[in-house]
């Protein structure tokens, strides 16, 4: 069983320097896990839901390629600025939240720089989920 993710979850980035944490906004009538809102697949949206994770280190980053091309190819990181498109995957296939698929503590979420973001802490141990 994997564990329901919810407001205040710690979040890592492959090429993030630091941790982020997660902010969930209901969509309908809000649904807690123990405490803090209940997390769905969709809560993916860069600067509303997922912050920023210090520094961006892939070079799939414009900005990042930008900086390392002008210190002579010597890897030059730059401020992240998520940027993610899709949902969570997979989510939960069974628990519904206001009509989306829970997020879980095993689900990803795709950055277009080519970071995979994951879940370090659900910001609950209770509750669980398939």
Known sequence: MAIQVCMGATLQCTFGVAPSSLIVIPKGPPVTAT???AATIMDHVPMANIMPFGMCSSLANPTVATATTAALGVLTPMPCVPATTT???PGSP???????????NTSKCMCMWAGIISVLNP?????QIP
């Open 94 to 104: 069974t628990v519904l939240i206001n009509n989306s698929p829970a997020l879980n």
């Open 35 to 37: 405490g803090p809102l």
């Open 123 to 127: 910001g609950q141990a209770v509750v």
């Open 87 to 89: 949902p969570w995957a």
